[in-house]
RNA sequence: GGGAGAGUGUCCCGAGCGGCAAAGGGGGCGGACUGUAAAUCCGCUGGCUAUGCCUUCGUAGGUUCGAGUCCUACCUCUCCCA
């Protein structure tokens, strides 16, 4: 189905990464041809990514996979001011040292899917905070901004659609573009980085970006766009009612990111096992070739391959034969989320709503305690809670010597006397 | 600078004669049905030491037995004029 000639963009296209390309036929022969150094730009505002960030790591992964380089870009600099665009609730401010700290989060996770230098790799992590945060103010409107029209960035869409509908556009906003297109240039300056990619909505500063690297340095750049990616059901990548599903082992469990994945729609199925596994293709077709309940086969392989690829393949197996054990065998796997309680606490009787509220979280408060009580959501060792005022018992401890508590069906926590 | 309007349940959108824990959606959660899916149907969707108490409608005051609702000032945003 491809027509180009280089590895990485034809593992791309196959894959369905590709939204839009500049110049494909120039960027495919310089793949080809050379080692291609690339670059994502990420925001640090969070102590981890999400599986929303997933999509242009993997890009980045294979990136490296085909022979080149890859720069993950950490917009220190850039996270300082705050990125605009969430317009609605005017965002934190986030200490110099706190995205420090989230840098060092971040970067965890980029040893996962990359081999950085001194690692074995020839990966770069860039901080645009590097040459951002010394900019004078004058200096870079005369080197930089005389490069900008602002004829032309009014005609950009995301610029043109604010004024359209007649949408404040600080000026800040407005200047977002102009530092990211810097930073591809100083990228291209650095390290001789001639693509970035993104995702569809990047498409304006990346092409900027490119316009002001020919400008400035006569360099010729590319740019490379990712699909916006969403649930068959329209759905936004990454967000459950816990919030989002991070990355960070510690922010949540490899259990319950493999969860994540095993919950993916069926229609689905075949698209995510492209994009966030690195299963070869001939595989994902069979795979995407089962019908029906013969489908939850193909969930479960996405689940566990999405989640060795973060947390690594142990981890990945450990969480496939925890959910095996509860779901299909019913039985008791003791490698469920658990939650350790004093002894004291117990023999004394512990009360169903501050086991399941305060001990294990799984509802927010006694008052929603009592809601799903009503509603028949929670239970305790797999029977059904109706009496709120019920209290947790040594009796109640298995053979295993835990209690099982689930919200749902598909909720389990194990509560650990100690 | 002048004029007009708006900010509501901390997920979002949005009604709200002075008696309001506050209509209705969306989203989310739970239940039924299933395949740990989707769709569909049903229930729930401020907190608590709970027949009551506390906190919520941009912020701070005021009027009133009682204020989301009226008054004053301030903040923020939008629109129109200059």
């Given amino acids: 189905m491809s027509a180009y000639k280089s590895e990485f963009l034809n593992i791309l296209a196959e894959r369905g990464f590709i939204h839009q390309v500049s110049e494909p036929e120039a960027l495919d022969a310089r793949a080809k041809d050379g080692t291609l150094t690339a670059y994502i730009g990420f925001d640090c505002t969070a102590a981890s990514l999400h599986v929303g960030s997933l999509l242009p790591i993997m890009m980045l992964y294979w990136l490296q996979q085909t022979g080149h380089r890859p720069i993950a870009l950490m917009g220190g600099g850039t996270t300082r001011v705050g990125d605009p665009s969430g317009k609605d609730e005017s965002r ?87 530092l990211q297109a810097y930073d591809f240039v100083e990228l291209h300056k650095r ?6 990619m993104g995702g569809s909505d990047q498409w304006g500063n990346i092409v900027n970006g490119i316009d002001l ?9 590319f740019a490379l766009t990712a699909p916006l990616i969403t649930t068959s059901s329209g759905a936004k990548m990454g967000k459950t009612a816990a919030g989002a599903v991070w990355l960070n082992a510690n922010m949540v469990s490899p259990y319950d990111y493999w969860q994540y994945w095993r919950n993916t ?19 994902i077709a069979r795979l995407a070739a089962l019908q029906g309940a013969e489908l939850n086969e193909a969930k479960k392989v996405l689940a566990t391959e999405a989640t060795a690829l973060v947390h690594g393949r142990q981890a990945a197996d450990a969480a496939a034969e925890t959910a095996r054990k509860t779901f299909e065998e019913g039985a008791l796997a003791e490698s469920l989320p658990t939650v350790e309680v004093a002894r004291a606490e117990l023999d004394k009787g512990l009360g169903v709503l501050v086991a399941f509220a305060e001990k294990t979280g799984l509802v927010s408060s006694n008052g929603d305690a009592r809601r799903q009580i009503k509603a028949g959501g929670l239970k305790v060792n797999d029977a059904t809670v109706t009496d709120e005022k019920m209290t947790l018992t040594p009796k109640e401890l298995t053979p295993e010597g835990v209690i099982k508590l689930s919200l749902g069906r598909k909720k389990h926590v194990l509560l650990k006397p100690i």
């Fill in 265 to 283: 729609e069926d229609g689905d199925v075949a698209r995510f096992l492209k994009l966030f596994t690195v299963l070869p293709l001939a595989e």
């Fill in 191 to 196: 390290y001789d980085c001639a693509l970035q």
């Fill in 213 to 221: 690297g020919r400008r400035m340095a006569n360099a010729h750049l």
């Fill in 92 to 178: 934190r401010i986030l200490t110099d040292e706190m995205i420090e700290q989230n840098l060092v989060g971040i970067r965890a996770i980029f040893s996962k899917f990359l081999k950085f230098e001194g690692a074995g790799g020839n990966a770069i992590m860039a901080n645009n905070a590097d040459w951002l945060n010394t900019l004078n103010y004058i200096d870079f409107l005369r080197d930089v901004g005389r490069h900008f029209s602002v004829n032309r960035m009014l005609s950009f869409d995301s610029v043109k659609m604010r004024l359209e509908r007649q949408q404040e556009l600080s000026f800040l906003e407005f200047n977002y573009m102009v």
